[in-house]
């Protein structure tokens, strides 16, 4: 792990509900649509998009999930999961990976790194796990 590095909250999403802190995002989404798009954004409290239960997290030392991987990030990842609306979700989905420029557009989706061996890391809970029928995937 590198010595000075960042840390990351993830939170799961769960479609459901609107969710009218995400919604300052989502309508400005459209000016980002594309690679390399700049917008002033301003006046939004970022924790609108944290659960109502911030306790229950999961935690770890790991890597940027983008080259170069460095491994500087300290993982906080949210149990509870938010709710957002398909038509928020929709939104997201239609950002672009190319800029307005490049003649083949490409979306951004199945933009996820595949799961990683956990090469000796210790996942830490902040609440008792759940410990039934759990087997390792990374002895």
Not at 36 to 43: G, M, N, W
Not at 84 to 97: G, I, N, P, T
Not at 111 to 130: A, D, E, I
Request: hydrophobic content about 40%; proline content about 7%; charged content about 20%.
């Amino acid at each position: 792990m590198e010595q000075n590095g960042l840390a990351v909250i993830g939170v799961f999403l769960k479609v459901g509900k609107h969710h009218d802190g995400l919604q300052k995002l989502v309508d400005t989404l459209p000016a980002v649509r594309h690679k390399d798009s700049i917008v002033e954004f301003t006046k939004f409290d970022p924790s609108c998009l944290l659960p109502e239960k911030t306790n229950d997290y999961w935690t770890y030392a790991g890597s940027l999930t983008t080259p170069p991987l460095t491994e500087a990030v300290t993982w906080i990842i949210m149990k509870q999961p938010i709710e957002v609306s398909h038509d928020q979700l929709a939104v997201f989905r239609s950002l672009l990976f190319t800029s307005v420029e490049e003649e083949v557009q490409r979306s951004m989706v199945n933009n996820f790194r595949v799961q990683q061996p956990l090469k000796g890391r210790t996942v830490r809970s902040s609440f008792t796990p759940f410990l039934h029928n759990i087997s390792p995937a990374d002895p």
